[in-house]
Structure formats: C-alpha cells, structure tokens
C-alpha cells in the first residue's frame, strides 16, 4: 500500500509526459546539428524538425481538448440521476399503494358508492298505532 501511496505522489502520468517531451526535443535539436546530406536536400525528402514539433504539439493539443470535453462529458453523466427501467409502486402520504384508473374506472366507481349510499340510506318506517284523536 505504501508503494501504491508513493506512486500517486510521485503522479507518474506527468513525469512521462515531461520525459517524453524531453527526449522529443533533445532528438530535434540533434537532427538540427546534424548536416543535411546534399542528395536529400535535392530530393525533398529533408523535414525540417521544427514544423515536426509543432505538428506534434498541435496533435498533442487535439487530443488534450477532446480528453478534457469527454472528462466533462462523464462529470454531466454522473450528475445526472435516470429513471429505472422498472415500474416503481407509488405511494400516498399514508403509505398505502396508490392505483392508477382512468375516467372510466373512476365514473363506475362513483355509480358503484351511490348505489350503496342509497341501500344505506333506505330504511323501512313501521306505523305505529295512530294516536287517536278525541276531542
């Protein structure tokens, strides 16, 4: 684990890129010290080391900027929240299941209470013996 915990210090990712750089440069500016052969310069076939530099360092910067657009892409994903594929059981405050019903469902159901609100409230009124009136 130490070893781990020495290698995150050290951030070896950067120290590649530096040696790298490094040795790209040290290799350009031997080839600028270095005599072109005459037969070479005729043909064309010399590149001059400077424009390879910048081409690489414009390759470089592409790559740079794509990587920082795809590591902000994966910070946009991470914040966002998806929906489950699942269904999920949806609740009242009470914590009873709530159902789903459409229009239809809900008139039968309204007809369906006021056909019971109606036998609740009929009831049968027994006559009594009518009290007589005598004067």
Same mark, same amino acid.
């Given at each position: %684990?130490?070893?781990?915990?020495?290698?995150?210090?050290?951030?070896?990712?950067?120290?590649?890129? =530096?040696?790298? %750089?490094?040795?790209?440069?040290?290799?350009?500016?031997?080839? %600028?010290?270095? +005599?072109?052969? +005459?037969? @070479?310069?005729?043909?064309?076939?010399?590149?001059?080391?400077?424009?390879?530099?910048?081409?690489?360092?414009?390759? =470089?910067?592409?790559?740079?900027?794509?990587?920082?657009?795809?590591?902000?892409?994966?910070?946009?994903?991470?914040?966002?929240? $998806?929906? +489950?594929? $699942?269904?999920?059981?949806? =609740?009242?405050?009470?914590? @009873?299941? %709530?159902? @789903?019903?459409?229009?239809?469902?809900?008139?039968?159901? =309204?007809?369906?209470?006021?056909?019971?609100?109606? $036998?609740?409230?009929?009831?049968?009124?027994?006559?009594?013996?009518? +009290?007589?009136?005598?004067?």
């Amino acid at each position: %684990m130490e070893y781990l915990d020495l290698m995150r210090e050290l951030n070896l990712d950067v120290a590649g890129e =530096f040696m790298v %750089m490094a040795a790209t440069l040290i290799h350009i500016k031997s080839k %600028m010290l270095v +005599p072109v052969e +005459p037969t @070479e310069a005729r043909r064309g076939g010399v590149r001059r080391p400077r424009e390879e530099l910048v081409r690489r360092l414009l390759e =470089f910067q592409r790559y740079k900027e794509a990587a920082g657009v795809l590591h902000q892409q994966a910070q946009i994903r991470a914040a966002q929240w $998806t929906r +489950p594929d $699942t269904v999920l059981p949806r =609740f009242d405050d009470a914590g @009873e299941e %709530m159902l @789903e019903a459409g229009l239809y469902d809900l008139i039968a159901a =309204f007809k369906e209470l006021l056909d019971r609100r109606k $036998t609740l409230l009929a009831h049968e009124v027994e006559a009594r013996g009518r +009290p007589s009136s005598s004067a």
